[in-house]
């Protein structure tokens, strides 16, 4: 493909900053997840990297039908957008709980379904559930060493399934886990890694099933070790940040061959020395809970940032004197996920030219419910 591909013809109509999106690379993204699975139907997609109806709905068109979301908002989005099975991968608390229970009351072909991992959060959602006389699946969140959500394998663990199958207004829908850890760039690592972690989650899976529980189905894995969960198990598989791909992972995996499908449109503003420029890229037009380099330049290999702060990015680079003040620079984020929700729209780029815009729905934290 062109080394130019990410240019529109007209950035002139495009203010900045901007995130742009390619329709043709998210597309051929998705064929290769879909390929990689040998079906549509054990994907489960995560939409916090893109948090857009259309990418729901060019996924749709692929025969994907399952989603998962992080938010309440996100999970609203995807029953607007078509998706007939949304999994909500955070657990409801709160006032969360009612939100979550709202959808289902109203989009009555759509089958919600969220994690746990405590009882009383467990016994809450049985409660309000039963009120409003709705059946809730369940998954059971294991921790399988993130450390951030989930309970460990064991006794505790079972004894939450099973209050899950035995009180009225939930009822189980198997294992969800997240291996967000398993990072390893060598993939022999990861993958020895993850299939001492998958060993132990199938051993449990027999405990349950041995004491009579159900086990409908396991929710596993994100990008790093989506191959694995693809070609190893029967599991439905949920990578998040192959639609669009950023160059974190570009960078740390070798092994995930996926095309990158939204840019940062940015402009300079300012010239502050013979060998600097400034961007009007700051924190809140590109993720920045990360290190630098944020932001890789297509075209621009020597650049070291100096200054991010809130509206601007001070660049050091020896090709400084070959810019303008108004001068477009692209660049791929480090982290897409945070970066889009920065943006309320995308602005679309079709065969080299901006063809639309798409809100970027799910970066609010409320849309009705």
């Given at each position: 493909?062109?080394?130019d591909?990410?240019?529109?013809?007209s950035p002139?109509?495009i203010p900045?900053?901007?995130?742009?999106v390619?329709?043709?690379?998210i597309r051929?993204?998705?064929?290769?997840m879909?390929?990689?699975?040998?079906q549509a139907?054990?994907l489960?997609t995560?939409?916090k990297t893109h948090?857009?109806?259309?990418v729901v709905?060019?996924?749709?068109?692929?025969?994907?039908s399952?989603f998962?979301?992080a938010?309440?908002?996100e999970?609203?989005?995807?029953?607007?957008?078509?998706?007939?099975d949304?999994?909500?991968?955070?657990?409801?608390?709160g006032?969360?709980?009612g939100?979550?229970?709202g959808?289902?009351?109203w989009?009555?072909?759509?089958?919600?379904?969220?994690?746990?991992d405590?009882?009383g959060a467990v016994?809450?959602?049985?409660?309000?559930a039963?009120a409003?006389?709705i059946?809730?699946?369940?998954?059971?969140?294991l921790?399988v060493?993130?450390g951030?959500?989930g309970?460990?394998?064991?006794q505790?663990a079972i004894?939450?399934?099973k209050?899950i199958d035995?009180?009225?207004g939930v009822e189980?829908?198997?294992l969800?886990?997240?291996?967000?850890?398993?990072?390893?760039s060598?993939?022999a690592?990861?993958?020895?890694?993850?299939?001492m972690m998958?060993?132990?989650v199938r051993?449990f899976?027999?405990?349950?099933?041995?004491?009579g529980?159900p086990?409908?189905?396991v929710?596993?894995g994100g990008?790093?070790?989506f191959?694995?969960h693809?070609?190893h198990t029967?599991?439905e598989?949920?990578?998040?940040?192959t639609?669009?791909w950023d160059?974190g992972y570009?960078?740390?995996?070798?092994?995930?061959?996926?095309?990158?499908a939204?840019?940062?449109?940015?402009?300079v503003?300012s010239?502050p020395?013979?060998?600097?420029?400034?961007?009007?890229l700051?924190?809140?037009?590109?993720?920045?809970?990360n290190p630098h380099?944020?932001v890789?330049?297509i075209?621009?290999?020597?650049?070291?940032?100096?200054v991010?702060?809130?509206?601007?990015l001070t660049l050091?680079?020896a090709?400084?004197?070959?810019?303008k003040?108004g001068?477009?620079?692209?660049?791929i984020?480090?982290h897409?996920c945070?970066?889009?929700?920065?943006?309320d729209r995308a602005h679309v780029?079709r065969g080299?030219?901006l063809?639309?815009q798409?809100?970027?729905?799910?970066?609010?934290?409320k849309l009705?419910?």
């Amino acid at each position: 493909m062109a080394n130019d591909w990410h240019t529109p013809a007209s950035p002139d109509e495009i203010p900045s900053p901007a995130l742009l999106v390619y329709p043709e690379r998210i597309r051929e993204n998705i064929h290769r997840m879909v390929t990689a699975l040998g079906q549509a139907e054990r994907l489960r997609t995560h939409v916090k990297t893109h948090k857009m109806a259309e990418v729901v709905q060019m996924q749709t068109k692929a025969g994907i039908s399952k989603f998962k979301c992080a938010t309440i908002a996100e999970a609203e989005m995807l029953g607007q957008a078509g998706a007939r099975d949304v999994l909500l991968a955070n657990q409801p608390v709160g006032p969360n709980i009612g939100r979550l229970l709202g959808l289902a009351g109203w989009f009555r072909d759509v089958r919600f379904s969220t994690i746990a991992d405590d009882a009383g959060a467990v016994g809450a959602l049985a409660e309000a559930a039963q009120a409003a006389g709705i059946t809730l699946p369940v998954w059971l969140d294991l921790d399988v060493g993130m450390g951030r959500t989930g309970i460990a394998l064991g006794q505790a663990a079972i004894t939450i399934y099973k209050l899950i199958d035995q009180l009225p207004g939930v009822e189980p829908a198997g294992l969800h886990l997240y291996d967000g850890h398993l990072h390893d760039s060598d993939p022999a690592k990861r993958l020895s890694k993850w299939q001492m972690m998958i060993d132990k989650v199938r051993s449990f899976r027999t405990n349950l099933e041995t004491a009579g529980l159900p086990v409908p189905g396991v929710v596993g894995g994100g990008t790093p070790t989506f191959p694995f969960h693809a070609q190893h198990t029967d599991h439905e598989c949920s990578p998040g940040t192959t639609l669009l791909w950023d160059f974190g992972y570009h960078d740390s995996f070798d092994d995930l061959d996926y095309l990158n499908a939204a840019v940062l449109l940015t402009r300079v503003i300012s010239k502050p020395g013979s060998d600097c420029i400034t961007l009007d890229l700051g924190h809140k037009a590109v993720a920045a809970e990360n290190p630098h380099p944020r932001v890789q330049f297509i075209g621009l290999d020597n650049a070291e940032a100096l200054v991010h702060s809130e509206e601007h990015l001070t660049l050091r680079t020896a090709d400084a004197p070959d810019f303008k003040v108004g001068d477009c620079l692209y660049g791929i984020p480090r982290h897409i996920c945070p970066t889009v929700a920065l943006y309320d729209r995308a602005h679309v780029i079709r065969g080299g030219k901006l063809a639309d815009q798409w809100q970027v729905t799910a970066r609010a934290r409320k849309l009705t419910y």
